[in-house]
């Protein structure tokens, strides 16, 4: 009936990890409850519709994960063709933090990216990769919007 996993595919190699995955699923297919515990944000995306919150031992909530996604807030780096100031792009909707790495400029992207992709349009991009969070960044920002109070 239950089905309990704390990192399944910890250490395994990519065909076994997808194999494990493909048992999770079977599983889920069956009627049964799986409770997966991972920091892949991937491997819990692949497997799991919803996703349970704990907060000092307590469901605090309940959801989906393509909400939880879309609540998330992405890093971005950008290398530009010259130098670009980056207190230029912090003030675009929706770009929470930006700050100067090396050859390029690192953004934190909360909700939509429109504002940062017409931000961009000003500027000649040489690079631009976008790092999808974990599911440990998610939880994180999750909390920090919640508060630190008991839950309901």
Known sequence: ELLILDEPTRGLDPMMQHKVQELV??????????????????EVERVADRVGILREGRLVAVELMSDLKR????????????????????GAPGIKAAEQVGPMVRLVVDGSMDGLIKALARYD???????????????????????????A
């Open 25 to 42: 699923r079977q599983v889920a297919a069956d009627g049964r409850t799986v409770f997966l515990s991972s920091h892949v944000l991937s």
């Open 125 to 151: 991009v040489v690079n631009l990769v976008t790092h999808e969070p974990d599911l440990e960044e998610i939880f994180m920002g999750y909390y920090s919007k919640e508060g630190s109070g008991d839950a």
């Open 71 to 90: 609540r998330a807030v992405r890093r971005v780096d950008v290398t530009f063709a010259g130098q670009v100031d980056p207190d230029a792009l912090g």
